[in-house]
């Protein structure tokens, strides 16, 4: 199930976009609870991390749909946000915002299913897998995104995570096939990077925060194909 937020002032237009996406749930199989307002004030003074994505119209009463964003994304980082809007040359600023995509009106549903596939993409990306990790203790389960990368050292597999270390068993190409689908990157042979933990990359080092790992000069390209991909879908750490 996802929660969905459409912030647009014309009752028909509204109307109009919660049909397509309930069409699109029937067709695509997906849930989507949806809730309407009418202006950006009675919007903000909801819990705004009940929401996954938010279809925000530009022209709004009171406080603008730019305006109403830049405010949202003080309260919630992770909230995708898709603007509809009748001018085009708003969308620009989006990128202010960190805005997903934008939409211009009048909406069709062809154009909709598009944005919104690509929406579902990122927030299932998001999600995260569980993967079994085996060493000498027994099994631990673990989430795609407390792993902040995996190195391996003489066979060994070690899992960097957000709560310490875990040595394990195991090969990376096994690993690369589980996690397939999640963001995760070769930045050299040895280590296997979770790239919503990347804060930095200059010339030959990606940086996790205060940890620096090489990126080698074959895998580099690729690399930087894979976080650009990233950074381009709306990731979030």
Request: include cysteine.
């Amino acid at each position: 199930m996802r929660n969905v937020a459409i912030v647009e002032d014309e009752k028909e237009a509204a109307e109009k976009l919660q049909s397509f996406l309930e069409r699109f749930g029937r067709e695509r199989d997906e849930q989507f609870n949806i809730a309407h307002y009418r202006d950006a004030v009675t919007f903000l003074s909801e819990d705004q991390k009940k929401f996954d994505l938010v279809f925000m119209d530009i022209e709004l009463p009171d406080v603008d749909g730019m305006e109403a964003a830049k405010r949202l994304r003080k309260k919630d980082s992770d909230v995708m946000i898709i603007f509809v809007t009748n001018m085009a040359q708003y969308a620009i600023k989006g990128y202010e915002v960190r805005a997903f995509d934008f939409i211009v009106k009048p909406v069709s549903y062809g154009n909709l299913s598009v944005k919104l596939s690509g929406a579902m993409d990122v927030l299932s990306a998001r999600d995260g897998k569980y993967v079994w990790v085996s060493n000498i203790d027994g099994k631990v389960r673990l989430h795609s995104s407390a792993i902040r990368y995996v190195e391996v050292v003489q066979h060994i597999l070690i899992y960097h995570t957000t709560d310490g270390d875990i040595k394990a068993s195991g090969s990376l190409s096994a690993l690369e096939n589980e996690l397939k689908g999640e963001p995760f990157a070769f930045c050299n042979r040895c280590y296997f990077v979770n790239l919503r933990y990347v804060t930095a990359v200059r010339q030959f080092d990606v940086f996790l925060g205060n940890e620096k790992l090489q990126i080698s000069r074959l895998k580099r390209s690729s690399f930087m194909s894979a976080l650009n991909d990233f950074l381009a879908g709306g990731g979030f750490a």
